[in-house]
Nanobody, 125 residues
Framework: QVQLVESGGGLVQAGGSLRLSCAAS????????MGWFRQAPGNERVFVAA????????NYADSVKGRFTISRDNAKNTVSLQMNSLKPEDTAVYYC??????????????????WGRGTQVTVSS
């Protein structure tokens, strides 16, 4: 069992920045991949970014490349998503997820085993 709790969402103007954090507990954090996904109203949940067990390998959706950065701190059991140059289309509920069967980067949401409850990010124009 893994418990995931996101924090850091909020309301920001376009062009601004937010940093999301996800605290994990229950399993040895440094052994599995982590990811961030988002779901906008009326849309499916989609991949945003993923990171491997060590933090040395990452992957991003094309829509956020160059603006978002995923990182992890295995000593603190946390994964973060730094979001810069935010756009109104980034508005969504953001979820962190754990892929316990994988140590490498995983972009496929169906391969993730545990999900947080999400945190709302709203970008005003």
């Amino acid at each position: 069992q893994v418990q995931l709790v996101e924090s850091g969402g909020g309301l920001v103007q376009a062009g601004g920045s937010l940093r999301l954090s996800c605290a994990a507990s229950g399993r040895t954090f440094s052994t599995y991949a982590m990811g961030w996904f988002r779901q906008a109203p009326g849309n499916e949940r989609v991949f945003v970014a993923a990171i491997n067990w060590s933090g040395r390998s990452t992957n991003y959706a094309d829509s956020v490349k160059g603006r978002f950065t995923i990182s992890r701190d295995n000593a603190k059991n946390t994964v973060s998503l730094q979001m810069n140059s935010l756009k109104p289309e980034d508005t969504a509920v953001y979820y962190c997820a754990a892929a316990l069967r994988y140590s490498m980067v995983v972009a496929d949401g169906t391969q993730y085993d545990y999900w947080g409850r999400g945190t709302q990010v709203t970008v005003s124009s």
